[in-house]
């Protein structure tokens, strides 16, 4: 500062002045300025604190470049009021307060670096001080060294020379030596079975003796190297054709026997022919395994034996193969490539023959383990011989064996379903045998239920493993497409929830009048069982399916919607079936007990048959005795009369009836009669028989009524009655209408069917004389 304070020297030039200094400044601090604009990525007008559409040029503005303080107070003179200036003053003096604070605060803080940054440069001046001298003293001292080191090379330069050329003649003399000891030396390597270092020997002096074959000397020392390598190419083959040492070993030989200069083309055919063999004989050690007399090992053993033996045998005759032979070109390889495809077919013969005795397991993990084991022992010589396609042939080894699976394991669900259908049926057969109450046909269906649904998990888990992470072949496009969605969800899932119901409706088609040997209480639980499968089951067994098989395939799959549908029609169909077994059952009591009675003889009733009275004991079995009742809901009903346990009594007595039945019926005039019934039928409601079943209780006995009174009208049309006869008849009604009427939906289809039964036996009958009601009502309250 001194010196800037005296003025300029007598060196300066024009252009220096004391401004200079200062003139530097403002442009230095523009440039720190810019730097940290650069930093911090700001642009020009961000970085002066400017609006982002204000002009930079403007001279008013106060964080402009360009600012000028008389323009900016003739501007505020101008254009504000006092008061406004006033508050501008107060706001410029609150900030120049504002930043003087700030510029204090921001010294007080460094004050501190400062401090330690002026320590550091007084040290840093010092030390380079004493550098200094320490780098003059390294100087002086290279100086005298290199001096003693030019005084020291020109007195030994002769010496040097002649040194050079002794050394020189000396290695000359080595090698003339090691030429004229290399007869003996092979000699030695032979007797001890040096065979390598022999070689060796003989490839190091080979081209000096071609060399200088013309010199007599040399040439007899070659002569004596030919023989001896003679013999050492003939102890080398003789060792190679025993072949009772490894690969290495074999291998080993036939790198001496190249290096020796035998052709390649034979050694090529015999260490093919000598690899054969050996491989052989580790297939025949597997073959063996399969044998029936000694007890076959596990399938991870048998795989692990094959894995070390005859695959890691196959790598290294590849291995070896390809860094002896590497000159035979493309040739050579499709050569290779044979031999191993060759091979490589028996051992997979052997394996599936291994793989095809675990297809009767029900434990996937030791068989998945060990076609993971098979399958990554194969990638080596699959990536060795890329040509044989063994990786390829061995993928579909496990994508078979995984097809396999999945049908045994659909075969083990049907076993499954087959065997709960056995138990139930065992279920509902014991208690008859015994004389006990055996368990409610809700408690068989949720045992059933149950078992199915973790025979389906189960499943799940067992072929899931076929797709975990950890296994070398789940990344394969197989697993991660067509296995989970065509294999797993449409083969094994669908395929046995349609093989379920397709079960189920084959007792539908059971011959017999009686519907064969299937017990009725079976197909009913079975129709509930169906029926809950397609309420919810169904979805959620393939939610399941598709949360654990996450489908990378595009291939269409069976739509929920569809498997429902099916499910809900095997329902409809069993149920229907079950009303018409039980309404057969029934129907045949009623049959037989018209058939076998001689209505035109038979006495004055005094009570309900016995028959009737079993009509409404099985009826009420059905409805009571946990046959329906727990299995589907009740139903609805239409609005039932106050009177219904009467009605059918009153009907019988009314006017209408008791014309039909007046002594005017006589056989004098029958055609009045019949055409008055047949007028009757054209204007009565249609009944039909077989409707459609609904998934309740009330619909399901409705239906197993109808049929039975059906039956009763058409047997009670083919048989003749007398006055007797009609009056047990009228009887025998007016009781089924004191009981039936409170398990139908509509309780007029009641009275229809029986008010036709008594109408179609009065037609049958000669003597049509009804029984007076109060008497009928007294014989079904007494029965």
């Known amino acids: 500062m001194a010196a800037a304070a005296a003025g300029p020297g007598p060196g300066s030039g024009p252009g220096d002045s004391p401004e200079g200094p200062e003139a530097e400044a403002p442009e230095r601090r523009r440039k720190a300025h810019g730097m940290l604009k650069l930093y ?60 003087d604070s700030d510029m204090q605060t921001l010294v007080y803080e460094n004050y501190n670096k400062f401090i330690s940054a002026t320590d550091t440069i007084r040290k840093m001046k010092n030390d380079f001080r004493k550098m200094e001298d320490e780098m003059d003293r390294l100087a002086t001292n290279m100086a005298v060294i290199t001096d003693f080191s030019a005084r020291i090379s020109a007195t030994l330069q002769d010496r040097h020379e002649r040194i050079t050329k002794l050394a020189g003649v000396h290695a000359l003399l080595r090698k003339l030596q090691f030429l004229f000891e290399l007869p003996s030396r092979l000699t030695k390597c032979v007797e001890l079975g040096a065979y390598g270092q022999a070689v060796r020997y003989q490839g190091r002096a080979r081209a000096v003796l071609q060399q200088y074959q013309h010199l007599p000397s040399f040439r007899a020392i070659q002569d004596d190297c030919q023989v001896i390598t003679a013999r050492l190419a003939q ?13 290495p070993e074999q291998a080993e030989c036939v790198e001496l026997l190249l290096a020796l200069g035998e052709p390649a083309e034979e050694l ?86 291994r793989l095809a005795q675990e297809q009767g397991g029900s434990d996937n993990s030791l068989l998945v383990r060990a076609l993971d084991r098979f399958h990554r022992r194969l990638r080596a010589p699959g990536a060795l011989l890329a040509a044989a396609g063994l990786a390829d042939a061995a993928t579909e080894i496990v ?42 046909l809700a408690e068989l269906l949720a045992n059933v239920a149950s078992s199915i649904l973790s025979h389906i998990k189960a ?19 197989y697993f991660r497409g067509e296995f989970c969605s065509q294999g797993v969800r449409e083969g094994l899932i669908v395929g046995f929830i349609r093989s379920m119901c397709q079960t189920a409706q084959s ?9 064969g040997a299937t017990p009725p209480a079976l197909l009913l639980l079975l129709s509930r069982l169906c029926l809950d499968y397609e309420t919810a089951t169904i979805s959620y067994i393939l939610t399941l399916t598709d949360e654990q098989f996450l489908v990378q395939d595009q291939s269409p799959v069976t739509p929920v919607s569809t498997l429902c549908a099916e499910a809900r029609e095997t329902a409809r169909r069993l149920l229907t079936h079950y009303v018409k077994v039980q309404g057969l059952v029934i129907s045949q009591m009623l049959r037989k007990s018209v058939e076998t009675r001689d209505w035109l003889s038979t006495l004055e009733p005094r009570n309900v048959r016995a028959v009737m009275k079993r009509v409404v004991e099985d009826t009420t079995a059905i409805d009571v005795q946990v046959l329906v009742g727990l299995l589907y809901e009740e139903g609805v009903r239409k609005a ?4 219904s346990s009467k009605r059918t009594f009153s009907v019988y007595s009314s006017s209408r009836q008791q014309g039909r039945y007046a002594p005017s019926y006589t056989p004098s005039a029958p055609m009045d009669t019949n055409l008055l019934s047949n007028i009757q039928k054209l204007f009565s409601e249609r009944i039909d028989v077989f409707s459609p079943v609904e998934f309740n209780k009330v619909s399901v006995l409705t239906g197993i009524i109808k049929i039975s009174l059906k039956t009763l009208l058409e047997c009670v049309r083919l048989r003749t009655f007398g006055r007797f006869g009609l009056q047990q008849v009228q009887v025998d009604c007016h009781f089924l209408q004191l009981y039936l009427w409170r398990f139908v939906a509509d309780e007029e289809l009641v009275h229809l069917l029986l008010d036709e039964v008594v109408a179609s036996a009065a037609l049958r009958c000669p003597d049509p004389v009804p029984m007076e009601p109060s008497v009928v009502e007294v014989i079904c309250e007494r029965g």
Request: overall charge negative; glycine content about 12%.
């Open 40 to 99: 911090y990525g700001l642009s020009e007008g961000e970085a002066a604190g400017r609006p982002p559409g204000s002009d930079p040029l403007d001279p008013t503005d106060l964080n402009g470049a360009h600012f000028d303080p008389e323009v900016y107070l003739d501007k505020l003179r101008r254009e504000c009021p006092l008061a406004q200036l006033m508050d501008s003053e107060t706001d410029m003096v609150r900030q120049i307060r504002a930043l």
């Open 235 to 247: 102890q080398l083959r003789q060792r190679f054709r025993e072949g009772g040492s490894g690969a």
């Open 268 to 353: 090529c055919e015999e260490f093919l022919a000598h690899a054969r063999g050996r491989l052989e004989e580790e297939l025949r050690s597997l073959e063996a395994e399969l044998g029936p007399s000694p007890p076959a090992p596990d399938v991870l053993e048998f795989t692990d034996h094959g894995g070390s033996g005859f695959v890691g045998g196959l790598c290294q005759v590849a291995t070896a193969y390809q860094e002896l032979f590497a000159a035979q070109g493309p040739a050579g390889a499709e050569k290779l490539a044979a031999f191993a495809q060759e091979l490589g077919g028996c051992y997979f013969a052997l394996v599936e023959r």
């Open 399 to 440: 994508e078979r064996v995984a097809r396999e699976r999945l049908g045994h394991h659909l075969q083990g669900l049907r076993a499954a379903f087959l065997s709960c259908l056995t138990d139930v049926r065992q279920a509902l057969a014991a208690p008859r045998l015994a004389g006990k109450e055996g368990p409610g």
């Open 459 to 477: 499943s799940l888990a067992a072929v899931h493993l076929f797709t975990a992470k950890e296994v070398s072949f789940s990344n394969k496009p």
């Open 507 to 515: 007792f539908c088609d059971s011959p017999g009048e009686k519907g």
């Open 640 to 643: 039932q009369s106050s009177d």
